[in-house]
Structures are given as structure tokens and as C-alpha cells.
């Protein structure tokens, strides 16, 4: 079968940064993302990493490391609004991707 | 764009009945995803389609779950004899496949809850 592990939920402070990791186990590798869903929305894409290393996009940044099955999302300078479920997902082949069950963060003033 | 769209928006009904979900991805992807997701879950994956083919199902999709896209663009999925388990909230997404460099971001609607008594 198909393993994402994500922490359940993390807490951190307006202002400061925090790392959510995401160690997989798929049989099948062709990508992995995180999305950002808010309680009673849909997911909302935020970064892709196909290759090893960082992709950074404004205050959001990717690590890869396929070699560990290993990624982490990185939130700079954490705001409110930031509050969120943070899902990590791998793509498997062309077409099916597996979700983690997603990482509850709280950001407190 | 006017983005991913889903009706309804909730639905409730009784075991044993039958729903239909619609789905209208973003016009111009080629690609449509349906997803199932419950609470504190990550989205589980069900079917997806390119264009009118339906290339994959889950094994999560039993024999009561279809779906289709007949002319490529929105997508349905009907649930027959509903059960308590189905209760959960549908997801459908699209994308464009292929596209270089972007890993064929998946775009997703507002999802359609269902409730079943």
C-alpha cells in the first residue's frame, strides 16, 4: 500500500517559521505537492517537487529529497490566515496522486 | 476562468437512495479527478478521466459508484443505494495533462457534502 506520514497538528507564533514534514512509502514516485486547505474548503495548491532541493515561492518553500522520501513545506513570517490544514501528496504514476491526512496548523498572536 | 464548480453544494438524503453529483472543470483541462474525503482524511482517490475516458478507478470505487464524462467536459458521479458509510464530502478537481514544468497542477472544487440518514 501507499504511506504519507504527516504530524497531526503543529502550533506556532504570528510572525515566526515553521517546517511541516511529510516522509512517504508509494509504490511510485512522479512528483509530490502540498495544498493548503481551510476547514470547509477545498485544497488549494501550493508547490510542486519533482527533483531533489528547495523551491521557495514567497513565503512558502518545498525541500525534496526522494533518496529519504522525504519533503518538508516551510512557512516564513506566519500570519492568521495561515491557519490551516497542509496536505502532502504524491503523485504515483501519470494520473493518481495519494494524499496525506494533512497537517492541522495554529497560529497563535 | 471561473474555476471548478460543483452541484449541489450539500445534499442529504436517506439510505438507500440514489445521488447524483455534477462537476464542470475549468474549460480548457483535459483532465477530471473525483476524490472522496472525511473528516481529519486526506482526499482518497477514486476515479479520473482524460478528456471521456475513464483511464482508472479505485478499488475504494464499488460496484454502487459511477461515473462518466460523455462529451469530455462535466463529469457525474451517481451513488446508488446510498449507506451511512458514503457520508463524507466529494471532491472533484482538473487539470491540464500535459503541461511542462508544473507537474499538472490539480485545481479543485468546493466539493459537494453529503449527508446520508
Known amino acids: 500500500g501507499q504511506n504519507i506520514d504527516q504530524p497531526t497538528e503543529m502550533t506556532a507564533t504570528e510572525g515566526a517559521i515553521v517546517q511541516i514534514n511529510c516522509t512517504y512509502q508509494?509504490?511510485?514516485?512522479?512528483?509530490l505537492f502540498w495544498y493548503q486547505q481551510h476547514a470547509g474548503e477545498a485544497p488549494t495548491f501550493l508547490s510542486y517537487?519533482?527533483?531533489?532541493g528547495l523551491e521557495e515561492k514567497g513565503r512558502f518553500s518545498s525541500f525534496l529529497s526522494r533518496s529519504k522520501g522525504y519533503s518538508y513545506l516551510l512557512l516564513k513570517e506566519l500570519q492568521m490566515k495561515d491557519s490551516a490544514s497542509y496536505l502532502c501528496a504524491v503523485r504515483l504514476n501519470a494520473g493518481k496522486s495519494t494524499f496525506g491526512d494533512g497537517t492541522t496548523l495554529t497560529v497563535k498572536p | 476562468d471561473t474555476g471548478v464548480s460543483q452541484d449541489p453544494r450539500h445534499k442529504i438524503t436517506k439510505r438507500g437512495q440514489n445521488v447524483t453529483f455534477r462537476c464542470d472543470p475549468i474549460s480548457e483541462h483535459n483532465r477530471l479527478y473525483w476524490y472522496r474525503q472525511t473528516l481529519g482524511q486526506g482526499p482518497e482517490f477514486l476515479t479520473y478521466f482524460q478528456n471521456e475516458a475513464q483511464l482508472e478507478k479505485s478499488r475504494l470505487l464499488s460496484d454502487r459508484f459511477s461515473a462518466e464524462r460523455p462529451k469530455g467536459s462535466f463529469s457525474t458521479l451517481e451513488i446508488q443505494r446510498t449507506e451511512q458509510g458514503d457520508s463524507a464530502m466529494y471532491l472533484c478537481?482538473?487539470?491540464?495533462?500535459?503541461?511542462?514544468?508544473?507537474?499538472?497542477?490539480?485545481?479543485f472544487g468546493p466539493g459537494t457534502r453529503l449527508l446520508v440518514l
Open positions: 508509494t509504490s511510485g514516485f512522479n512528483g
Open positions: 478537481a482538473s487539470s491540464h495533462f500535459p503541461r511542462q514544468g508544473a507537474g499538472e497542477t490539480q485545481y
Open positions: 517537487n519533482v527533483l531533489d
